[in-house]
RNA sequence: AGCGUGCAUGACUU
């Protein structure tokens, strides 16, 4: 059921009828209120079918919640637009962790609102939940997209310090950050210390290139990066 | 036992 639900969202056309059709199902066996994981699977299949309002009808049907089931409606809440429950919900939650701070950080950025993301991520730092590689990814994106380049730095900094700090989408965004910023030397050291790289990182520096005016590195990397077995897409 | 693939919430570029 649960590998059935969550992918609905996927699906090109009658997302909302096929998941409530095993949501029937699955309420025949008691599973949506008695079961944390189908709940869970539930809550995020209608959240991301653009129905919250049937996320939060099962959410509030469930007999045991864990975390998951929090962010998963917390998320929901914030991919549909509905910052102030998304918001009451976190601070009814028990107990928030890396990902209910991250579900908001990362609900603002994509809705454009990046000085909303960073303000909520000095909270996450005030209240002593250690961010992880993805509230970090969601805070890098909200300084490339403001050209905040000082706060951009600080964040590599801090990253640096991090356990996740060679992580590859990390270092992604680190380029990503830095040529939006308008630093693309910069971002070509991050690239060139890469040690694994993917077709996202070089996407990232070909793009880098090209937006700070600079074609030829541009197209030397495309070919570059076919001459190392990328494939381009 | 090993290898591989998956395993309900946040997930990098265009």
Known sequence: FITLLSGCADLPIGRVIFGASIHGYVRKLGLDANDVMVGTALVDM?????????????????????????????????????????????????????????????????????????????EMRLSGVEPDYVTMIAVLSACANLGALTLGMWTHRFIMKQDFRD?????????????????????????????????????????????????????????LMQKEGFKPD
């Open 46 to 122: 209608y959240a991301k079918c653009g129905r919250v309002d049937l996320a939060r009808m099962v959410f509030d049907g469930m007999v045991m919640r864990n975390s998951m089931s929090w962010n998963a409606m917390i998320d929901g809440y914030m991919r549909n637009g509905k910052v102030k429950d998304a918001i009451e919900l976190f601070d009814q939650m028990p107990e928030r962790d890396a990902i209910s701070w991250t579900a908001l950080i990362g609900g603002f950025v994509r809705k454009d609102n990046f000085e909303q993301a960073l303000l909520w991520f000095r």
């Open 167 to 223: 992580n590859v989408k990390i270092s992604n965004s680190l380029i990503d950050m830095y040529s939006r910023c308008g630093c693309i030397e910069i971002a070509r050291q991050v690239f060139k210390k890469m040690q694994w790289r993917t077709v996202v990182s070089w996407n990232s520096i070909i793009v880098g290139f090209a937006i700070n005016g600079h074609a030829e590195e541009a197209l030397k990397f495309f070919s």
